[in-house]
């Protein structure tokens, strides 16, 4: 892993560790760039799939929930 230097909005960062929980600006920045990369992740698998309607009414959500 390599050393990067950064020139960040101070205030956007402390805010970001206070909403992380962490101590680090170095855990933020982490922290940020993992959420970063699911969220896309996620948004292409969404995209790729599209939409589907399953026509379920709510018992049978509720018994396919249950039955794993």
Do not use: H, W
């Amino acid at each position: 892993m390599g050393r990067t230097t950064l020139v960040l909005d101070e205030g956007l960062l402390r805010e970001a560790m206070r909403l992380a929980g962490v101590r680090t600006k170095r855990e933020a920045v982490e922290r940020a760039l993992q959420e970063f990369i699911r969220a896309r992740q996620r948004e292409r698998l969404r995209a790729e799939l599209g939409t589907f309607d399953l026509d379920l009414d709510p018992e049978e959500l509720e018994r396919l929930r249950r039955e794993g």
